[in-house]
């Protein structure tokens, strides 16, 4: 390669250059039309952003602000779900009047009952009236004033059995839980016999709570499906998995609105950036 003879010399030409008049001056070169450098250059670089790279190797910004939001939206999500998780409910069922401290009252009113042809329906007056344990045992005793009311102060919100046994009548029982009822009222019927009537409200906060656990589960569940969306993005293997995956994740629910709000803006974004995903790529060719 030490003469210039055995050189072989390389011109790029522009489209408009006079070729013939080229060449006459010098057979020895080789010219290439510049117009078909720019044309391959450019379907090298339109190629190169389909699949999602630039020069350095860095992810398009469009694409990566969607990957951040979708993580984002997922993270939240992950977030609410661990704390729905990590509530204890066994405060809540042990305590389901939601107060915390403090005794309640028991009181009420006792009358007679009224017969068919009118009579009765008398406050009854200096009737014992015995308050019990959830096992029957007595807690202590009140007798009833001339209005036929009676009260037991400071008991705890515990199940108390509310008695009232008269001569020839049917005693009446009342099972109740301090603090849910304000005021019970007793009609002391002729007969014999016993009548129990449970007033404890009926709760539904075992099934409330089993249904809590369940969409915190759920919630966890769709957050960490969000994380795999934000992978997918990342990789630029398939739109169509990715757009799935994120819809998936709008269930997370972080936030309310907030994490799906964050995915959903991710989504468009990769709705925009589509043409870097190789399957919407291969589809075009």
Known sequence: MGDDDDLVKVRVMDEFDDLESELAANEEEI????????????????????????????????????????????????????????ADPS?????????????AVVAGLLVNEITEDGSGGEYLEGIEVQLLDEQGNLITRAFTDQNGRFMFDEQPRQTRIVEVRTDGNITEQRILIPGEVTQI????????????????????????VDVGTAVAVFTVLTAAIGFGAAMEAL???????????????????????????????????????????????????
């Open 91 to 103: 405060d809540l069922l042990s305590n389901p009047t939601g107060i915390v401290d403090g005794d």
């Open 31 to 86: 010219r290439v039309d510049s117009s078909d450098v720019r044309t391959e250059a450019s379907e090298i670089a339109i190629r190169a952003i389909r699949q999602g790279a630039e020069i350095g190797g860095e992810l398009p910004v469009v694409r990566k602000i969607a990957i951040m939001l979708i993580m984002a939206g997922s993270l939240l999500g992950l977030l609410f779900g661990v704390l729905l998780i990590s």
């Open 235 to 285: 990789r630029g293997n398939s739109y169509r998995r990715t757009q799935w995956l994120c819809g998936i994740a709008l269930f997370s629910r972080g936030g309310v609105f907030i994490g799906p709000g964050l995915i959903l803006a991710g989504m468009a974004l990769n709705r925009i950036a589509r043409r870097q995903f190789e399957d919407w790529t291969d589809r075009e060719e």
């Open 185 to 208: 009222t007793i009609t002391m019927r002729a007969g014999s016999g016993t009548n129990n009537v449970d007033l404890r409200m009926d709760s539904t906060l075992q099934d409330s």
